[in-house]
Every structure is written in C-alpha cells, then in structure tokens.
C-alpha cells in the first residue's frame, strides 16, 4: 500500500504533529506527512518540521484580503503537495465551507476534551471550572462547525480534585499523543462510513 499523503495544519507549538509522525512510524501506518502549514510564522511547529525534514509552509492570513482568500491559499499549497488527509494539530482558525469541501470527510481535529463538552478555546480550564470527573481527548472528523464533527475516537482521563488547568491539560495531552496517530490508522485500514452523525467503522 503507497503511503497516504498527510498534510498538517498548525498554529502552535507542534507536539501532536510530532506525535503523529512517530505514531505513524510505531504502528506502520501507510501514511506520510508530507507538508506542515502554519498560520503563524512563530509557530514552534515549524522548528519541529526542520528538524524532522518535512516541508513547511507559512500561510498568514494577514497576506490575504478575506478569509477565503487566506483558505484558498492553504488548499493551493496542500493539493500542490498531493495531500490526501489534512490533520489539523492545534491549528486555531475554523475552517470555511471551501477548505471543508477540498478534502470531503478526510479533515480530522483534535480536542482536549470529550466532546461535546468543552468545545472551542481552554477545554481543560472549563472541565476543572466546571468540576467534571472525567474529561479525555477527541479525534473527528471536521466540519464546518466548531469541534463539531463526527467522532472518530476519544481517550478518557480522571480529573483528580487538585488538578489545575496546566496539571489536568499535560496529561490530557499524553493521551492525545497516542489517539490521533490511532485513530487516523484505523480510518485507513478499516472501513468505515458515516450515518449521521455517527463514524462506524466495518469491524
Ligand atoms: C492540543 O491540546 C490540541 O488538542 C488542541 O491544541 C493543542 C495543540 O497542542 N487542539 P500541540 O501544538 O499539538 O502541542
């Protein structure tokens, strides 16, 4: 099986990009990440794809006059590279309807929490706030909604009575380490479709 072109999409500091690449490595999965894609120049993300000698691109949204513009970009820069799969790995911007029809069902997010609790900005600080006893992570797949695609896989974490947000976020993150390399595996090797809102996979 040829590997699956990924393209990465980040904002920030790049761990689950990281992540995802030895993920793939340990589980021999058929899928390459080809391309990172920042909207931030500053993004640790970037150094992390030198340093591993995967291409990287900025694609800043203060180069383009509409949000369309700036989306109309990425994709340009992704098909360019043939990527298949986008993964987006702490990349802060909601998608527009194009980017979303570019890639139909093969946009993946991860989320600190179990969604559809906490969706959008400090998951784990509104999970503590709130006084849960479980939160976890979310891979799904993305539409044009906030965290509001079907789910793909989700990882659960005891909230213990002292955590804060950064205590409670570093382990929610070692769970998401290993869910998104999982989950983006098992959607190649299985079959699987969408009912509603529901993934199901052929098993
Ligand atoms: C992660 O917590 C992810 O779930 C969220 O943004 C954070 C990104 O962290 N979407 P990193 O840049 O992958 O380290």
Redesign the pocket.
């Given at each position: 099986m040829t590997a699956v072109r990924v393209g990465v999409l980040?904002?920030?500091?790049?761990?689950?990009?990281?992540?995802l690449v030895a993920g793939f490595e340990r589980l021999r999965t058929p899928a390459q990440v080809v391309l990172v894609v920042s909207d931030e120049a500053t993004?640790?993300?970037l150094e992390r794809a030198t340093e591993m000698g995967i291409d990287s691109r900025v694609v800043s949204p203060k180069d383009y006059p509409t949000r369309a513009a700036h989306e109309a970009a990425m994709i340009a820069v992704l098909k360019d590279a043939g990527v298949e799969w986008v993964c987006?790995?702490?990349?802060?911007r909601i998608l527009g309807p194009d980017f979303v029809r570019a890639f139909p069902s093969r946009i993946l997010?991860?989320?600190?929490s179990l969604l559809p609790s906490f969706p959008g900005l400090h998951?784990?600080r509104q999970a503590v706030a709130y006084g849960v006893l479980w939160s976890g992570?979310t891979v799904h797949l993305v539409d044009e909604g906030l965290d509001s695609g079907p789910i793909v896989g989700q990882r659960v974490v005891r909230v213990l009575e002292d955590d804060t947000e950064e205590s409670l976020?570093s382990r929610?993150?070692e769970e998401?380490?290993k869910l998104y390399s999982e989950s983006l595996h098992r959607l190649l090797l299985v079959g699987w479709r969408i009912e509603g809102r529901r993934v199901l996979f052929d098993e």
């Open positions: 980040l904002s920030g500091r790049g761990s689950n990009f990281s992540a993004a640790g993300g987006l790995a702490g990349f802060m997010n991860i989320h600190p998951a784990q992570c976020s929610i993150l998401e380490h």
